[in-house]
């Protein structure tokens, strides 16, 4: 198996993820029922958070300082628009965006983030970590040079022997190229989880390759062949995988799927350890 990271994990490495993501797997595989799948748990991370780290200097390491004047105009300001707009109809402590906030402007990201900021959703979270997840999913889509670095690294660590690829937040657009980049994989199960991919615009119609234009709709590309179960799993509450129903951009051929995280919607160890995600990955190796 191969899992693949989602934003903000530009500290870590392979090493602590896979601390996470192992023993979660392990237990949403029990609730599946396959607990004899768990002492053969074969898992390796394919990393790229670091092409996100900013070079170590001394007396400034880690993530830039952040404030909402740093939110770029267009892509960022309107994906942050669309997570307060979608935290509020799932969180009532959020108040919504109103008439005079809808529109993109240095006022509304103040706004938004001061309401995000405020959210179960991104409770705990700093706003310049928020600004820099920002940044990283327009970095992703901008930066040719780091997007095919970023593939490059998720098909490096799926070989001939993987069988399932479990792919998390904007780890599953990047694990979704990649195998559109790999014809003749030998990948029986992709499982995303709280993923972006469905998003309109900002997201869809930017994937590589591009999506089909059929009539007034567009479809996204198959990543792989007849054989692949795409399952999709999102939490209504989960901000990020903003349209949570995949099938209308992908086909009828993808299983869609809803979970209950709590507080932590977006969590990933928190959607490795259902029962419908464990049973999912024991598919791909059955």
């Known amino acids: 198996m191969v899992g693949v990271h989602g934003i903000g994990k530009q500290l870590l490495g392979e090493g602590t993820l896979l601390k996470e993501w192992q023993p979660a797997m392990a237990d949403g595989l029990r609730r599946a029922g396959?607990?004899?799948?768990?002492?053969?748990?074969?898992?390796a991370m394919a990393f790229y958070g670091?092409?996100?780290?900013?070079a170590g200097q001394y007396l400034a390491v880690g993530d830039p300082r952040f404030t909402?004047?740093?939110?770029?105009?267009?892509?960022?300001?309107?994906?942050?628009?669309a997570w307060w707009r979608a935290a509020a109809e799932t969180d009532?402590?959020?108040?919504?965006?109103?008439?005079?906030?809808?529109v993109a402007t240095p006022r509304s990201v103040q706004a938004a983030l001061r309401a995000l900021s405020g959210s179960r959703f991104f409770a705990g979270l700093a706003l310049r970590s928020m600004?820099?997840?920002?940044?990283?999913?327009?970095?992703?889509?901008?930066?040719?040079?780091?997007?095919?670095?970023?593939?490059?690294?998720?098909?490096d660590a799926i070989g001939e022997d993987t069988r399932v690829v479990v792919a998390h937040s904007l780890g599953s657009v990047v694990a979704y190229e990649a195998l559109c980049a790999l014809p003749g994989h030998r990948v029986r199960a992709l499982v995303t989880l709280g993923s972006p991919l469905g998003i309109p615009n900002l997201?869809?119609?930017?994937?590589?390759?591009r999506p089909v234009e059929l009539g007034r709709a567009a479809q996204g590309v198959w990543p792989g062949g007849q054989g692949?179960?795409?399952?999709?799993?999102?939490?209504?509450?989960?901000v990020v995988a903003l349209v949570k129903e995949l099938r209308p951009a992908f086909g009828e051929g993808l299983r869609s799927a809803r979970v209950h995280n709590g507080s932590h919607a977006h969590d990933a160890t928190i959607y490795l350890t259902d029962e419908l995600c464990g049973r999912a990955i024991a598919e791909g190796l059955a």
């Open 68 to 81: 909402a004047a740093d939110v770029d105009e267009g892509f960022e300001q309107e994906l942050l628009l």
């Open 34 to 43: 396959v607990g004899d799948a768990v002492s053969e748990l074969d898992l």
């Open 131 to 155: 600004v820099f997840d920002l940044k990283q999913v327009h970095r992703y889509l901008l930066d040719a040079e780091l997007r095919t670095q970023a593939r490059t690294r998720v098909i």
């Open 228 to 238: 692949l179960v795409w399952t999709n799993i999102a939490d209504e509450g989960d």
């Open 92 to 102: 009532p402590g959020v108040v919504p965006p109103g008439a005079d906030t809808l």
């Open 50 to 54: 670091d092409l996100f780290r900013p």
């Open 203 to 209: 997201i869809f119609h930017r994937l590589e390759p």
